[in-house]
């Protein structure tokens, strides 16, 4: 399934297909397990149409509207919605600092467990 023919079909549609691909999920997970399901590629491309299927329906949710890629013709970048920026994790220095504080050194050895030494 592309995302372009399913971008063309109504939330209604999409909640359906969403519902059908969760249940071929679920039987292709338990016909791999039984040794009964003879494309297991299928498995992979079951959970990928069904994650686009949850996306779309995610975009829709949030009000980002995508129209259709052409094939030669790129979509201009102020056409799509930008997602809000996220806010930046603290430097790696900093955390690796906090992290030194916090983990007590070891201070005993290991046992060798050669039976040599035991003699």
């Known amino acids: 399934m592309r995302a372009a023919d399913l971008r063309e079909k109504s939330v209604d549609d999409l909640n359906e297909l969403q519902k ?3 249940r071929d999920v679920f039987q292709n997970r338990l016909k791999n397990f039984t040794n009964r399901l003879d494309d297991t590629s299928m498995m992979r491309k079951t959970k990928r149409d069904l994650a686009r299927v949850v996306t779309l329906l995610r975009e829709r949710d949030l009000g980002l509207v995508r129209a259709p890629a052409a094939a030669k013709d790129p979509a201009p970048a ?6 809000p920026a996220k806010k930046k994790a603290a430097p790696k220095a900093e955390v690796k600092s906090a992290a030194a504080e916090a983990k007590p050194e070891k201070v005993a050895k290991k046992k060798s467990a050669k039976k040599s030494e035991a003699k």
Do not use: D, N, R
């Not at 102020?78 to 997602?83: D, I, R, S, T, Y």
């Open 20 to 22: 059908t691909l969760a």
């Open 78 to 83: 102020a056409a799509v919605e930008a997602k």
